[in-house]
T-cell receptor, first 114, second 112 residues
Framework: DTGVSQNPRHKITKRGQNVTFRCDPI?????LYWYRQTLGQGPEFLTY????????KSRLLSDRFSAERPKGSFSTLEIQRTEQGDSAMYLC????????????FGEGSRLTVL | SQQGEEDPQALSIQEGENATMNCSYK?????LQWYRQNSGRGLVHLIL?????REKHSGRLRVTLDTSKKSSSLLITASRAADTASYFC????????????FGKGTKLSVKP
């Protein structure tokens, strides 16, 4: 158990629908990251929060993607008007500020867009 | 692409053999990390080596870092079937507090 819970674990949707993923760290961590991983590839950075502030966004995060962390605890990632190319595993991770930067990942939310 | 290169892309060995995976990155770094991912699961941190270190050990894992060549290697000794997974190197740009960049990974298969 990494202390990061992601829901849902698997989402199947039709093209054009909106989907939302949620990430719940068990304990307080001020840094939270979202990554996307397609089959056979390494995770690609999407965005990063320090507390409730979204400090960095990848160019991969198109205007159809929005992420929030309203109270500096849980976070949501919403994809609007999904496309087949959005099919991927969406991974959430937290970083313990006491250590040198290792990330603790959740099990991921797998999105399949039909 | 922001991802570095890892080789081999896939590696198949017998139980008991050693497995070596290599990683190359593109920028100056603070540290380099290795992660493991079982199929369909999240990533698990294995080991971290700082930019001023050349070699580090943890159990059956041995990591080397050559900052002049911008490369690292992960050696798993006396492999077991349970080591079957994908292995990724990851780094953060020197001075950066933000995102971790991942390599494309090596898929290791250890046959009993």
């Amino acid at each position: 158990d990494t202390g990061v819970s992601q829901n849902p674990r698997h989402k199947i949707t039709k093209r054009g629908q909106n989907v939302t993923f949620r990430c719940d760290p068990i304990s307080e961590h001020n840094r939270l990251y979202w990554y996307r991983q397609t089959l056979g590839q390494g995770p690609e950075f999407l965005t990063y929060f320090q507390n409730e502030a979204q400090l960095e966004k990848s160019r991969l995060l198109s205007d159809r993607f929005s992420a929030e962390r309203p109270k500096g605890s849980f976070s949501t990632l919403e994809i609007q008007r999904t496309e087949q190319g959005d099919s991927a595993m969406y991974l959430c991770a937290i970083r313990d500020v006491e250590n040198t930067g290792e990330l603790f990942f959740g099990e991921g939310s797998r999105l399949t867009v039909l | 692409s922001q991802q570095g290169e890892e080789d081999p892309q896939a590696l198949s060995i017998q139980e008991g053999e050693n497995a070596t995976m290599n990683c190359s990155y593109k920028t100056s770094i603070n540290n380099l990390q290795w992660y493991r991912q079982n199929s369909g699961r999240g990533l698990v941190h294995l080991i971290l080596i700082r930019s001023n270190e050349r070699e580090k050990h943890s159990g059956r894992l041995r990591v080397t870092l050559d900052t002049s060549k911008k490369s690292s290697s992960l050696l798993i000794t006396a492999s077991r079937a349970a080591d079957t997974a994908s292995y990724f190197c990851a780094w953060r740009y020197g001075g950066s507090q933000g995102n971790l960049i991942f390599g494309k990974g090596t898929k290791l298969s250890v046959k009993p």
